[in-house]
T-cell receptor, first 117, second 112 residues
Framework: DAMVIQNPRYQVTQFGKPVTLSCSQT?????MYWYQQKSSQAPKLLFH???????NEADTPDNFQSRRPNTSFCFLDIRSPGLGDAAMYLC????????????????FGPGTRLTVL | QQQVKQSPQSLIVQKGGISIINCAYE??????FPWYQQFPGKGPALLIA?????SEKKEGRFTISFNKSAKQFSLHIMDSQPGDSATYFC???????????FGAGTTVTVRA
């Protein structure tokens, strides 16, 4: 089945120790998104790639970086995690965002839960 | 500021009952309103969506009611089942935009 895969599902890191989260997709979608979701809150968009074009949200901290080496993979790098960065990180994909409809929705992965000690 | 306000924060309903979640939006330019269902430990999944040119959309036991003049929309879950226990997020966006404005979420618990 076509899907969005995130690894690892659970990640524990130490305060200040760089960490990388991985997302892959078999949907061949053009757009990949990274969201941060804290407990009992809505997902918050960090950035997205449309193909190779990177778009950073204005309020995304500089501590967060992303790489998309090819269509299938996207990485989230947290350079110096703080306690406030503990959250669920969701990867999502969509074919485009030119026209929202049932056939052009965002597909979310299961998420990576990050714990910062 | 939060562009989509969602209520209630949580609700408990008996099996077979009706769950109702309400959302209100600010931006009159929004023209696509999806609802997402999220189970614990999983990512959100699109449940049902509506455009403002219709007042109601039904898919199985899930119905969206839309009131354009009041800038409000709601999700009704008919004949609620324990398997419907999840967090539901309403959202709004523009047809040609990438960004979803999410509501804060409603945790629904269906008691058997």
């Amino acid at each position: 089945d076509a899907m969005v895969i995130q690894n690892p599902r659970y990640q524990v890191t130490q305060f200040g120790k760089p960490v990388t989260l991985s997302c892959s997709q078999t949907l061949n979608h053009n757009v990949m998104y990274w969201y941060q979701q804290k407990s009992s809150q809505a997902p918050k968009l960090l950035f997205h790639y449309y193909d190779k074009d990177f778009n950073n949200e204005a309020d995304t901290p500089d501590n967060f970086q992303s790489r998309r080496p090819n269509t299938s993979f996207c990485f989230l790098d947290i350079r110096s995690p703080g306690l406030g960065d503990a959250a669920m990180y969701l990867c999502a994909t969509s074919q485009s965002f030119r026209s929202w409809d049932r056939y052009n929705e965002q597909f979310f992965g299961p998420g990576t839960r990050l714990t910062v000690l | 500021q939060q562009q989509v306000k969602q209520s209630p924060q949580s609700l408990i309903v008996q099996k077979g009952g009706i769950s109702i979640i309400n959302c209100a939006y600010e931006n009159t330019a929004f023209d696509y309103f999806p609802w997402y269902q999220q189970f614990p430990g999983k990512g959100p999944a699109l449940l049902i969506a509506i455009r403002p040119d219709v007042s109601e959309k039904k898919e199985g036991r899930f119905t969206i009611s839309f009131n354009k003049s009041a800038k409000q929309f709601s999700l009704h879950i008919m004949d609620s089942q324990p398997g419907d226990s999840a967090t539901y997020f309403c959202a709004a966006t523009l047809s040609n935009d990438y960004k979803l404005s999410f509501g804060a979420g409603t945790t629904v618990t269906v008691r058997a």
